[in-house]
């Protein structure tokens, strides 16, 4: 019932590789197993008498087999290429859950239920290569002498009053190209 | 030679003069001067025409690039989440999905591509023609049980239920650009809600 | 004498005890001490364990968001951005990254990553963002005033 302990965990996989080429139908053998008088085997009689042929025209890479068993209560054995075999009760099923559960099994790949721990897979997860501590880093470090005075200098350092005034100074000043006309011209006010 | 007549004049108002245009607005500008702001004098330089080549040789660049065919990597969104995609991935996307198994796929909403070179970052979604992502669904199937058990205590509520989720994986099949990043249509969709 | 009165009051819980305490006791297997043994103990851990296990599913989504948000934050220290300014820019450029993502190619893509700091340092910059005034203007970045509305 609680999951984590009686359900695996694992990542995403599908068997074969499939869907790198084109997709194949990963159930290769269905077999019904059902008694032919019962009640129970009532829904897997209807649906063979009626949906059967179609279910198997519509999946032809999958074996379809029957195997009437007195007295038994009716399942279905699915089995996939990857050598899974999972077996599926249909007591009491009508013929239209007879044909949901079994186009679940033909969609399904043969991978036994488990917890994904992620929802993705890949075999490249980096293509410009994984970061490290030294990817960012400046190479010219690794020929550094510490202690450097580069490096100990803070990384950013707030403006003085000073600073700002001289700043503010420079750019009032008027480039040095005007710098003759303008003093010619103040002293002829002057 | 207007132009350095010009300066010399409004050498005391607020000007920004641009080297490549004359300012024409200094003209109108000189009989209002204003004595409060500081004086000040700023030379711009035009950089449009440098960014501009700047630009288009980069875009040549990653042009170039695109057509080694190298491995590229997508971020794609897919029922309100986003995977980096690569090619020969799986990704499960939880929930009812529609496309249904043995399906090609192509995934319309790709946020950013990427190679070894560059990176394209879609604002917010990349041209569908440019950048084309290729998947196949490879299995449906039921998530394994989850329990939910609810409980409050001395009040005689308690509450459990099973439930199995549809599941879908997709294999991506291949991430590539087409064209040229800077190959626009004449016609493009504006003001569409893509997210 | 034979009293049957006695052996009559003996009251039948119900013939399936064994197969209800074994469904507790399956999910208790692993507990320790009387936990896993004795059954009205075992019942109330594992209805403990399966709230939290609940709960649980829920707290994992803050717990990964906020793996995220210290992922990306290291890498915008990295590049000199502040994590504010990052995602701020890139949403006003209309960029609809996830913090899953931004944290998958901040160690996966780090040249991607860069390029997108870089992108919302310029861009912050652009829109005098408070705490701009520290960033260098990355000059790999042209912008041409489009990217401010």
């Known amino acids: ?190 | 030679m207007l132009c350095n007549k010009l300066l010399k004049f409004a050498s005391k108002t607020v000007q920004t003069v641009s080297t490549n245009r004359i300012a024409v607005a200094a003209a109108s500008s000189l009989n209002a001067r204003s004595f409060s702001a500081p004086i000040s004098q700023e030379y711009v330089v035009d950089n449009t025409v440098a960014h501009k080549t700047f630009s288009d040789t980069i875009i040549q660049t990653v042009n170039e690039a695109v057509k080694n065919n190298n491995r590229l990597f997508a971020v794609v969104h897919i029922c309100g989440k986003q995977f980096k995609v690569t090619d020969n991935d799986l990704v499960l996307i939880d929930g009812y999905w529609p496309p249904n198994v043995g399906d090609r796929i192509k995934l319309q909403k790709v946020l950013l591509v990427g190679g070894k070179d560059f990176t394209l970052i879609g604002r917010p979604v990349l041209d569908p023609d440019t950048v084309q992502v290729t998947a196949t669904v490879v299995d449906k199937d039921l998530s394994h049980t989850r329990t939910n058990f609810e409980r409050i205590k001395r009040k005689q509520y308690m509450r459990i239920n099973f439930i199995r989720k549809e599941i879908t994986i997709l294999r991506i099949n291949s991430v590539f650009i087409t064209q040229n990043i800077d190959n626009r249509k004449e016609v493009q969709e504006m003001g569409r809600r893509v997210m | 004498m034979v009293f049957t009165t006695a052996i009559m009051m003996v009251r039948s819980r119900g013939p399936d005890e064994f197969w209800r305490k074994r469904k507790i006791f399956k999910i208790a297997a692993h507990f320790s001490g009387r936990r896993r043994n004795c059954y009205s103990i075992a019942i109330k851990a594992v209805h403990r364990a399966l709230q939290f296990a609940t709960i649980g599913r829920t707290v994992r989504k803050t717990d990964m968001i906020d793996l995220w948000n210290t992922r990306i934050k290291a890498g915008c220290e990295e590049h000199g951005v502040e994590i504010n300014n990052f995602k701020d820019s890139l949403s006003r450029c209309d960029i609809q990254l996830n913090k899953k993502v931004l944290a998958d190619l901040a160690i996966w893509e780090p040249n991607s990553f860069k390029a997108l700091s870089d992108l919302a340092k310029s861009v912050a910059i652009d829109y005098n963002l408070p705490g701009t005034e520290k960033y260098d203007k990355p000059s790999n970045v042209i912008t041409r005033g489009l990217l401010k509305k």
């Not at chain 1, 159930?27 to 008088?37: A, D, E, M, N, P």
């Not at chain 1, 996939?80 to 079994?102: D, P």
């Not at chain 1, 020929?143 to 350092?157: D, G, H, Y």
């Open chain 1, 1 to 190: 019932m609680s999951s984590s302990r009686f359900t695996p965990r694992g990542f995403p996989r599908v068997p074969l590789q499939n869907g790198i080429g084109r997709y194949i139908c990963q159930l290769k053998r269905v077999t019904l197993r059902f008694c032919k008088s019962s009640g129970s085997s009532r829904g897997i009689r209807d649906f063979i008498e009626t949906d059967l042929v179609s279910f198997a025209q519509d999946h032809p890479g999958t074996a379809l087999y029957l195997k009437p068993r007195r007295h038994k209560s009716p399942s279905f054995v699915a089995e996939y290429l990857n050598g899974e075999r999972e077996v599926i009760s249909c007591h009491n099923f009508t013929a239209q859950q007879m044909v949901k559960w079994l186009n679940l099994y033909t969609t399904r790949s043969g991978i036994p239920l488990m917890r994904y721990v992620k929802m993705w897979h890949t075999e490249c997860p980096s293509i410009q290569g994984v970061w490290s501590p030294f990817t960012n880093k400046d190479p010219a470090l690794n020929i550094t002498q510490f202690p450097s005075e580069m490096l100990s200098r803070p990384v950013w350092e707030e403006k003085s009053a000073t600073e700002e005034l001289v700043e503010m100074i420079n750019k009032q000043k008027i480039s040095d190209e005007n710098n003759d006309d303008i003093q010619k011209v103040q002293a002829a006010h002057v």
